[in-house]
């Protein structure tokens, strides 16, 4: 129980501050780009992720479930799971960038005001490298790696979002930030490919294993792609009747709330790779107790973040948007 509650505190920390770094360089974006290009970023950046669950189909989440139960020195079997996913993500990533590529002028003429096409058909190829990452990411946990995970989870999130600062920032413009996170957004996930795949063999994959994830993971797709729409659905219907500036003014305040979410993530990656393994092994009391001590965690420190919210939401608001906002 201690090391899970390490563990958890471990990711913990890579997550609060991949969630303040959209905070933190708000003002820098906002003074370069202007409020209304940070919008049409936010609505870019949903079009990435509205796709992510349709193309990954939540197939890493299998790896928790069943490479989890292979021992470490079996890289023979490791390997088949790993390939077995890969390509797959590597196929339906593809076919979203293609997806969102075709899709760019319509997007850009319906909810970007005609002004970011260019930036919209570079954005796609993050549909193919988020996918590939969703999915293989779920490796490392599922063999319990979750320092080396929590180092590369920040790296991927933190890089390519700085790319996108001093990109928009040097150049005045958000399509050399769009470009610069696209492009790093791709190498951090090629190296990401390389950490795990580097202490495994190539290998075929298999038909059959992927069937077996497929089974196991469709009804979390399901859940994912519904979440997904609700969670990203809301920017499109601002970005179309209010327009992309109140769109980014609704997204500062969007990201201020969401900060709470940074421990409720991690402590559900934690009991998906400990919780498979023991309840399987009939330790039905200690998976009780870890769930306990999960939900625990998660009240302690949530409660905190959101007192501290309800007396400093407005000062807080005032460092990123100092005017006020007029909806015609």
């Given at each position: 129980?201690?090391?899970?509650?390490?563990?958890?505190?471990?990711?913990?920390?890579?997550?609060?501050?991949?969630?303040?770094?959209?905070?933190?360089f708000?003002?820098?974006?906002?003074?370069?780009?202007?409020?209304?290009?940070?919008?049409?970023?936010?609505?870019?950046?949903?079009?990435?992720?509205?796709?992510?669950?349709?193309?990954?189909?939540?197939?890493?989440?299998?790896?928790?479930?069943?490479?989890?139960?292979?021992?470490?020195?079996?890289?023979?079997?490791?390997?088949?799971?790993?390939?077995?996913?890969?390509?797959?993500?590597?196929?339906?990533?593809?076919?979203?960038?293609?997806?969102?590529?075709?899709?760019?002028?319509?997007?850009?003429?319906?909810f970007?005001e005609?002004?970011?096409?260019?930036?919209?058909?570079?954005?796609?190829?993050?549909?193919?490298?988020?996918?590939?990452?969703?999915n293989?990411?779920?490796?490392?946990?599922?063999?319990?790696?979750?320092?080396?995970?929590?180092?590369?989870?920040f790296?991927?999130?933190?890089?390519?979002?700085?790319?996108?600062?001093?990109?928009?920032?040097?150049?005045?413009?958000?399509?050399?930030?769009?470009?610069?996170?696209?492009?790093?957004?791709?190498?951090?996930?090629?190296?990401?490919?390389?950490?795990?795949?580097?202490?495994?063999?190539?290998?075929?994959?298999?038909?059959?294993?992927?069937?077996?994830?497929?089974?196991?993971?469709?009804?979390?797709?399901?859940?994912?792609?519904?979440?997904?729409?609700?969670?990203?659905?809301?920017?499109?219907?601002?970005?179309?009747?209010?327009?992309?500036?109140?769109?980014?003014?609704?997204?500062?305040?969007?990201?201020?709330?969401?900060?709470?979410?940074?421990?409720?993530?991690?402590?559900?990656?934690?009991?998906?790779?400990?919780?498979?393994?023991?309840?399987?092994?009939?330790?039905?009391a200690?998976?009780?107790?870890?769930?306990?001590?999960?939900?625990?965690?998660?009240?302690?420190?949530?409660?905190g973040?959101?007192?501290?919210?309800?007396?400093?939401?407005?000062?807080?608001?005032?460092?990123?948007?100092?005017?006020?906002?007029?909806?015609?």
């Amino acid at each position: 129980m201690k090391k899970f509650i390490s563990d958890t505190l471990f990711i913990s920390i890579g997550g609060f501050l991949t969630k303040i770094k959209g905070i933190i360089f708000l003002p820098i974006i906002i003074a370069s780009v202007g409020l209304a290009n940070y919008g049409a970023f936010v609505q870019i950046y949903a079009n990435v992720k509205i796709l992510i669950p349709f193309c990954a189909l939540s197939l890493g989440m299998g790896f928790q479930r069943f490479a989890s139960k292979i021992p470490k020195s079996d890289t023979h079997n490791l390997s088949i799971h790993f390939y077995s996913i890969l390509l797959p993500s590597m196929l339906l990533g593809l076919f979203g960038s293609l997806l969102l590529f075709i899709l760019a002028p319509f997007l850009n003429d319906w909810f970007l005001e005609g002004k970011h096409l260019l930036s919209i058909q570079v954005s796609s190829i993050m549909v193919f490298s988020n996918t590939c990452y969703t999915n293989i990411n779920k490796f490392l946990l599922g063999k319990k790696k979750f320092k080396l995970y929590a180092i590369l989870e920040f790296s991927y999130s933190f890089i390519p979002y700085l790319g996108f600062v001093l990109g928009s920032a040097f150049n005045q413009d958000i399509f050399y930030g769009i470009l610069y996170y696209s492009c790093l957004d791709l190498f951090i996930s090629f190296i990401f490919f390389v950490s795990i795949a580097y202490n495994l063999k190539v290998v075929k994959p298999s038909i059959q294993i992927f069937k077996q994830y497929f089974q196991f993971s469709y009804p979390l797709a399901i859940s994912n792609v519904q979440g997904g729409l609700l969670n990203k659905s809301d920017r499109y219907f601002i970005s179309y009747f209010l327009g992309v500036e109140l769109l980014g003014a609704y997204n500062i305040v969007h990201r201020i709330v969401d900060i709470v979410t940074f421990i409720s993530v991690p402590i559900r990656k934690q009991i998906m790779s400990y919780l498979p393994k023991i309840w399987d092994k009939g330790y039905y009391a200690e998976s009780l107790q870890m769930i306990r001590s999960s939900l625990l965690i998660f009240m302690f420190i949530s409660v905190g973040a959101i007192g501290y919210l309800v007396f400093y939401f407005e000062s807080i608001l005032t460092l990123f948007v100092n005017r006020e906002i007029v909806i015609e």
